[in-house]
């Protein structure tokens, strides 16, 4: 440098000192942002695996529900479609425990109070 040339003007005091002290309140305040993002994220991600669980549970549920309406709706088609078969109507009528008219009753003593295996129980819904 030449020795006669004036030195270069002093930088202003508060400048430098004012981005060093801006620096770590700018990081504290990136921090805490980035801890808010972070919590959201955590409540989003949580609460979207909750609505997932209960909804599958839901979801089981009815078409649960939906299966055993359409064994109900088969039920009552069969039940429908028997009301004037003869044969099928004995059959419900004996084991409701009916008799016919021309037969005779025998009751046996060891003999259980729910109809066995012999009677095809249909629940009608």
Same mark, same amino acid.
């Given at each position: 440098m030449d020795p006669g040339a004036p030195p270069p003007p002093p930088a202003p005091r508060g400048s430098l000192w004012r981005r060093i002290s801006r620096l770590p309140l700018s990081m504290m305040l990136a921090s805490v942002l980035s801890a808010l993002g972070i919590?959201?994220?955590?409540?989003?991600?949580?609460?979207?695996?909750? =609505?997932?669980?209960?909804?599958?549970?839901?979801?089981?549920?009815?078409?649960? =529900?939906?299966?055993?309406?359409?064994?109900?709706?088969?039920?009552?088609?069969d039940a429908e479609r028997n009301a004037s078969n003869p044969d099928y109507l004995r059959e419900q009528a004996r084991c409701q425990g009916f008799v016919g008219a021309d037969e005779q009753v025998v009751v046996a003593t060891n003999a259980p109070e729910i109809p066995g295996e012999n009677c095809r129980v249909v629940r009608l819904p």
């Open positions: 919590v959201q994220l955590s409540f989003q991600l949580g609460n979207t695996a909750y =609505r997932s669980l209960t909804w599958s549970a839901q979801t089981r549920e009815t078409k649960a =529900r939906i299966q055993a309406l359409e064994r109900d709706v088969k039920i009552l088609k």
